[in-house]
């Protein structure tokens, strides 16, 4: 049967920069222009580079295809080909380009190539993309361009609750528990602001939007800060309002794997599908926390419309699939910073690093010898020649190696005061050993306590005590850390920042030795290291071990309470190099051997106020 070619255009007022995230997530567009939802074949998950079979039903009718790969180069353009086994097309093809105006528009060309199967798809196919798909196409469009160019969020795009239920009752009941929660927590006006837009979303928004509520995301596009709108969102779980779980992500390709709702249901090892690697999780990258609506207030009924669309994967700039023997030449405009370019069928990748000084052009063969241990140095638009020398299709992926800083991830909520008080029960299974990254782990304790009950008495000395770990407590938590547990007069905590971690300390001797009420004063001797930790559970809670755990002990015992003694990796952080070369603050260098690390002489620094 002839091919049937439609082409639109549209020129539009937002950047292709801006204009992409709304495009190039077909999963959106095709439920916005009327496309039925559809169902993938799980049993056909290995089909070479990630093609998949899928099936809907048109009118009643079953259709089946094979959906090879998007192949896309951000932000410029995208596009995929489908080869359908029932149904009225034998063959459909698609293709976006975004094309820069001089006033900062975009002029967008947006094609479809359709081979019908049979005499009535012949008929069919340009009669509904003509009549239906025309229209709803221009609507999309115009509804993405004005998102876009007033910087509006993706998810707000187009709302469309249509298949969620609602029990608007006990969502008021719930929204009012959570303002009378927030009225008593600091900053209690930003905190109800948030609350009343987040309740305000629960209702309102795309069932793709609350489906999967990642807080630090949703705090740039409201441009509140981070922090705060994970507090509320934290503070909404508390009540019911919201429900949250652990999302553990693949290295490679990004996207969750599994989920579970308590850190209990994480397993560390974990296997991708898409990407057919087994990996092991860790919370410092691979487990982030988001949240989505109680059932009891939205019980919501998110449906698949694409598979493979660029923007299930961000971090990828470009994904092209080379058939055997073919040569393919790209011209990349990327941000400065490290790339790798891989195969998803081949093992080993290429490194490439992108600067203003790199060169303009690059050539990479693939080949079953390997890849080219030497980077590629490029510049921020150069091309990029390819040569597929196997004897297979092989899919190329290039992508930006840095992770997003929009992810709330496990080793920095479980670091927060805030979310191990309202959630102490959060750990993992018995027996279950996770690597949380790096960490600053404080230990204190009190200087003479043993003298303190001598001599003003037991009870009083126990009232300081008492006292001075309030104090503790609450400068950790108003520096972004968390306490792990006391143990006698002692604390151990965790921050994510070494210079919170000092600050916090400094600040905490300062107000123990000169008591506002008068009391007598108190010295309190801190030790601070940074390093790799291992996350496990020990009597119910969520606890820390590892050598990093273990030289911080022993710093603690080396203060004299009135001075925090730090390690070489606290001392290099960049911002603890500011403090220290302030007029407030002094460090004085030494090193020793330290209790079970007898092998090695250790250089510490004693840091104190002037």
């Not at 998007?70 to 080869?83: A, D, L, M, N």
């Not at 190539?113 to 229209?135: D, E, H, K």
């Not at 600091?186 to 602001?193: G, I, M, S, T, V």
Request: hydrophobic share 40%; charged share 25%.
């Amino acid at each position: 049967m002839r091919e049937y070619h439609k082409r639109w255009e549209f020129d539009l007022k937002s950047s292709p920069e801006r204009l992409w995230p709304f495009i190039a997530d077909t999963n959106r567009f095709n439920r916005d222009t009327g496309v039925p939802q559809i169902e993938i074949d799980s049993s056909n998950s290995r089909l070479r580079n990630a093609r998949r079979k899928v099936r809907l039903s048109l009118y009643g009718l079953p259709v089946e295809w094979e959906e090879q790969p998007f192949e896309w180069v951000k932000p410029s353009r995208f596009g995929v080909e489908r080869v359908y086994s029932k149904g009225p097309l034998a063959r459909l093809k698609m293709r976006a380009e975004l094309q820069p105006k001089s006033d900062g528009g975009t002029h967008l060309i947006y094609e479809l190539w359709s081979t019908p199967r049979n005499l009535p798809g012949a008929v069919a196919i340009p009669m509904q993309i003509n009549f239906v798909v025309a229209r709803r196409f221009r609507d999309a469009m115009r509804k993405y361009d004005e998102s876009a160019y007033m910087d509006a969020a993706v998810e707000a795009a187009e709302p469309n609750t249509s298949q969620s239920s609602f029990d608007l009752q006990r969502l008021s009941s719930l929204k009012q528990k959570l303002t009378s929660d927030l009225e008593t927590c600091a900053l209690p006006e930003q905190k109800l602001a948030v609350g009343e837009r987040l309740a305000a979303f629960l209702e309102h928004g795309d069932d793709f939007a609350v489906a999967r509520i990642r807080p630090y995301k949703l705090a740039d596009e409201w441009h509140e800060p981070r922090r705060l709108v994970l507090e509320v969102c934290l503070r909404a779980t508390r009540v019911g309002l919201l429900d949250f779980q652990w999302d553990l992500l693949c290295p490679l390709c990004r996207g969750p794997q599994e989920s579970g709702l308590s850190l209990k249901d994480i397993k560390t090892a974990v296997h991708c599908d898409t990407c057919k690697i087994d990996f092991t999780a860790n919370f410092d990258r691979y487990v982030e926390l988001t949240f989505r609506p109680n059932p009891a207030v939205r019980r919501l009924n998110v449906s698949a419309f694409c598979i493979g669309s660029p923007h299930w994967t961000p971090h990828v700039v470009a994904q092209q699939l080379l058939p055997a023997g073919e040569k393919r030449e790209l011209v990349l405009p990327l941000e400065s910073g490290n790339y790798r370019l891989r195969a998803l069928e081949l093992p080993g990748s290429q490194d490439v690093r992108v600067s203003p000084e790199g060169e303009a052009s690059a050539h990479v063969t693939l080949s079953k010898d390997g890849w080219n241990e030497e980077t590629l140095r490029v510049g921020e638009e150069f091309s990029l020649a390819l040569k597929n020398d196997t004897d297979a299709e092989q899919l190329l992926i290039l992508e930006r190696l840095e992770w997003s800083d929009q992810a709330t991830t496990a080793a920095e909520v479980t670091a927060l005061q805030m979310f191990r008080d309202l959630f102490a029960t959060e750990a993992l299974r018995p027996g279950e050993q996770i690597s949380v990254g790096t960490l600053t782990v404080l230990f204190t304790d009190l200087r003479n306590s043993t003298q303190l009950y001598r001599e003003i008495g037991d009870a009083t000395a126990f009232g300081r005590v008492m006292s001075h770990f309030d104090v503790v407590k609450k400068a950790i938590a108003d520096h972004d850390g968390a306490v792990v547990k006391t143990i006698g007069d002692a604390v151990m905590a965790v921050f994510r920042s070494s210079v919170d971690g000092l600050l916090a300390m400094l600040e905490v001797q300062g107000l123990l030795a000169d008591p506002a009420d008068g009391s007598r004063p108190l010295q309190l001797k801190a030790g601070l290291n940074t390093g790799p930790c291992i996350a496990v559970t020990l009597n119910d809670r969520l606890d820390y071990f590892g050598s990093t755990v273990n030289m911080a002990a022993r710093l603690e015992g080396l203060s004299s309470g009135s001075d925090v003694i730090i390690s070489r990796s606290v001392y290099e952080d960049a911002k603890v190099q500011e403090l220290i070369e302030s007029d407030s603050f002094s460090a004085e260098p030494f090193d020793m051997l330290l209790k079970g690390f007898e092998d090695e002489r250790f250089e510490l620094w004693r840091v104190s106020r002037h």
